[in-house]
């Protein structure tokens, strides 16, 4: 798949087995059947049916998007096959136990995997990106019961699995959801309610829909308690094995991208169905009462990196769409070469081309390496036999997670950006695919928390859990990093010093952010301190691969064709390392310089002076 418009898996080699070492992973006892051999296994599976079913669907799906005529979702024939051969693969269950039918390999290899399908169309492998987060969940939650009923049907691809939060009048704010969920004799609940922005809530492409629904259930007294601490979580599937549940679509949302990902509007216990000749949608509760928001974290977090990787992806394909076009499409000459009769070079030749091109790699490449090191630390924190270990990498996958979900989403959406300024005039139409990756991106800085939710999540929560652990653990981690960059010298020492300064002066703006004694004023610098900490992070992401790049050009031996290109792989990796650590680490230096402000200006700013 060298070629390939959807992801380098020379890349993908460096960053599993050069950098991450992913082989090391099979010492493990979870993993001791697998190899190298294996895991590429399952990468040129992927790789092939990505490449054969879903990237070929893209542009349809967009073209053609899903129907509702009142009473059941069209969706394209062809979107149900591309999901039939992904089951087929048995890659819904890939990251699963053998006993559950599934692959069991790494989190790292298996979202390598999801790569190929989110960069060849996002709003297909939307479908089982919420199906796994549904299946883990209630793995660890869920009663052997609801495990066999559900998630085993789910692994397969007959059923496909939802997440049901946001409502009407509460899209983040879960304090204020309404719907009921009214204990019945029989141990079940009956559900009244809407929920809104639900993917996947209603398709005609499985047998059945699990719909995973925060619900409150009444006290003693018959109200709902204020507050998420009346939240539970409920299995709702669309079909009882009677017949339908009082599940309802009340109708689609239309969406700017994303389009082949059905969005719904669902209306749960309104009449329509009587099951058991009783209104309400009959659910079962997931593990303890009061407790849904907490479980429903766990996919949330899970979805957050998944909503991260699909914003990778999308950068990736459309910065390889871009290099394409720019070495085939000729226009104009070099400044040095004024003679009109001279014949035009490939726009890849123009140095403004290039540093478009060279953004979009360093963002793409650096993005795709972050969300894999965060995937390699889930490995850790369920797998390495050193308990400390598995709890150093669980406090910086707490620390990392906004980063991973929120920097893809607005930097890779600059990526795209690029790659139609690179395609001039032609990206802007839809005769080329990068308009349309544009317009599914701009979906992400939204999907599962908005870029303030997460600013706020990192620099109201995560910077001083455990009294500042894991801001310590980064520490720490980066330092490792440095120390080797240090060992190389010259200009990676430098941008190591200069990757261990910035980091200690965002701890040191902490304090002076926390020392406004305010939290309004705290945390209105929320989303700032998330660009900045993000950028750093990045920047210490891109020094790791330029140690590594380094160290491996330097191994390099002879003149064939192979080294050649090994040569040049390893310089691309470098010179990207560059431009990220000059062109745009120096970018945090003015946001810690607000930062330690503590500027009041937008939140001083008054509704009736808009």
């Known amino acids: 798949m060298s070629d390939s418009t959807i992801l380098s898996r020379r890349d993908l080699d460096f960053l599993l087995y050069e950098w991450l070492q992913v082989g090391a992973l099979t010492g493990r006892p979870r993993y001791q059947e697998h190899s190298r051999e294996t895991f590429d296994a399952a990468l040129d ?28 979702v069209q969706t394209p024939a062809e979107l149900k096959t591309a999901l039939a051969a992904f089951c087929e693969a048995g890659l819904m269950a890939a990251g699963h136990d053998f006993e559950l039918g599934g692959m069991q390999l790494p989190c ?9 399908f989110n960069g060849a169309s996002v709003a297909a492998a939307g479908y089982p990106l919420l199906t796994i987060g549904n299946c883990n969940l209630l793995l660890k939650y869920g009663s052997a019961e609801l495990i066999e009923h559900y998630v085993r049907p789910m692994l397969t691809g007959r059923c496909l699995g939802t997440m049901c939060l946001s409502e009407p009048q509460a899209g983040s704010s879960l304090s204020d959801i309404r719907t009921r969920a009214e204990p019945q004799p029989d141990g079940s609940y009956r559900l009244t309610g809407n929920k809104m922005w639900i993917s996947g809530g209603e398709q005609d492409l499985s047998e059945n829909i699990v719909h995973l629904v925060l619900a409150k259930i009444p006290g003693d007294d018959g109200q709902l308690l204020p507050g998420v601490k009346g939240i539970s979580l409920l299995v709702v599937p669309k079909l009882l094995p009677e017949g339908r549940n009082d599940v309802v679509l009340a109708g689609l949302n239309h969406k700017m991208g994303y389009r082949g990902t059905t969005n719904c509007l669902l209306n749960f216990g309104e009449g329509k169905f009587r099951p058991g000749g009783r209104a309400g949608a009959v659910g079962w509760l997931v593990g303890e009462r009061h407790q849904g928001l907490a ?14 990787l699909g914003a990778v992806m999308l950068g990736y394909t459309a910065y390889l769409h871009a290099l394409q076009y720019a070495r085939t499409r000729p226009q104009g000459r070099r400044p040095r070469d004024k003679d009109p009769r001279a014949p035009q070079v490939p726009i890849v030749a123009h140095a403004d081309v290039r540093r478009m091109l060279l953004a979009q790699k360093s963002y793409v490449e650096g993005a795709l390496a972050l969300n894999l090191y965060c995937a390699r630390l889930v490995d850790d924190e ?7 270990e598995r709890r150093r990498a669980n406090r910086l996958l707490e620390l990392l997670t906004p980063i991973a979900k929120s920097w893809p989403s607005q930097w890779c959406q600059e990526a795209n950006s690029l790659a139609i300024q690179v395609h001039g005039g032609y990206g802007y139409t839809r005769d080329f695919p990068v308009e349309q990756f544009y317009r599914d991106q701009r979906l992400n800085p939204i999907h599962e928390g908005t870029h303030g939710i997460q600013g706020l999540d990192l620099l109201g929560r995560k910077v001083r859990l455990e009294g500042g652990a894991l801001l310590t653990e980064l520490a720490g981690r980066i330092d490792e990093t440095v120390a080797r960059a240090e060992a190389l010298g010259g200009e990676w020492a430098q941008a190591g010093a200069d990757v261990r300064r910035t980091g200690e002066r965002l701890r040191a703006v ?17 989303s700032v301190y998330l660009e900045a900490f993000g950028h750093h992070v990045l920047a210490w992401i891109w020094l790791e691969q330029a140690v590594c790049a380094a160290g491996r050009l330097a191994a390099v031996q002879g003149d064939h064709a192979a080294a050649r290109q090994d040569r040049d792989f390893y310089a691309g990796k470098l010179q990207a390392a560059r431009y990220f650590l000059r062109w745009e680490l120096p970018k ?15 939140l001083d700013m008054q509704d009736a002076w808009f």
């Open 510 to 526: 902490v304090a002076t952010l926390y020392g406004a004694g305010d939290p309004d004023v705290t945390l209105a610098n929320a």
């Open 108 to 116: 790292v290899v298996e979202k390598a995997c999801f790569a190929w």
């Open 382 to 388: 369920r797998t390495h036999p050193d308990a400390d």
């Open 588 to 602: 945090v230096e003015p946001m810690i310089a607000l930062l330690a402000q503590l500027d009041t200006t937008t």
């Open 45 to 72: 599976t992927s790789a092939r049916i990505a490449t054969e079913h879903f990237q070929p669907i893209n542009r349809l799906l967009d073209s053609r998007e899903p129907t509702f005529d009142g009473e059941r």
């Open 295 to 308: 479980y429903m974290f766990h996919m949330m977090n899970e979805a957050r990196i998944g909503v991260g």
